[in-house]
């Protein structure tokens, strides 16, 4: 997925400011793709530059607001972008590579971080419980809800399997560490 491919969505969803459009992000897809507020500005500069969407100044907001909508080529854009095959995500994990040292030349004192990531994951499976309570306890939804449902669930089912994990992997360092100090006694 690129950027631009999320704000035409986004911005489909509901044209608004770059400022608007940084903090819906932040509170939707940037849940699952990640960007900053400048990388947001820069991407929209470009997506105006190759005529996807169109920005006006905003009457009576700051000097200088604009407004950005997604034009028709914007529109084919996502669809041909949507269309095209995706490769499955490969994991990139910095712990991961923490752990191939670990087993390499530890003990390393691995355990604090995996605890300090069990606790990120926790929260964010919190929050993302939180999201289902309050936007998805509708008996029947509509067609875009039911959507961003699948994809809530998604992120909760990689929370839960993360905390899962890291539980386990924290039960076998613990083990190993315990191990290490007995037979060097």
Not at 13 to 40: M, N, V
Not at 107 to 130: D, F, M, V, W
Not at 141 to 154: F, G, Q, T, V
Request: proline residues 3%; glycine residues 6%; charged residues 30%.
């Amino acid at each position: 997925m690129s950027l631009p491919h999320a704000l035409l969505t986004s911005l489909i969803e509901k044209p608004c400011s770059g400022y608007e459009l940084a903090r819906r992000f932040d509170k939707s897809i940037g849940y699952f793709w990640h960007a900053t507020h400048q990388q947001i500005y820069r991407e929209l500069a470009r997506m105006e530059e190759n005529g996807w969407v169109s920005s006006s100044e905003v009457e009576g907001g700051r000097a200088g607001k604009k407004r950005f909508e997604v034009l028709p080529a914007g529109r084919a854009e996502l669809q041909r972008w949507a269309a095209e095959s995706a490769a499955p995500l490969r994991l990139r994990d910095e712990l991961m590579l923490k752990l191939r040292a670990e087993a390499a030349i530890g003990p390393l004192g691995i355990s604090e971080e995996l605890e300090k990531r069990l606790h990120l994951h926790e929260q964010e499976l919190a929050n993302y419980r939180t999201i289902e309570e309050r936007d998805f306890n509708a008996p029947s939804l509509s067609r875009e809800n039911e959507i961003h449902y699948l994809i809530l669930k998604a992120g909760i089912a990689y929370e839960e399997g993360r905390i899962q994990w890291t539980k386990e992997a924290l039960a076998v360092i613990h083990k190993l560490d315990n191990n290490s100090q007995t037979s060097s006694r």
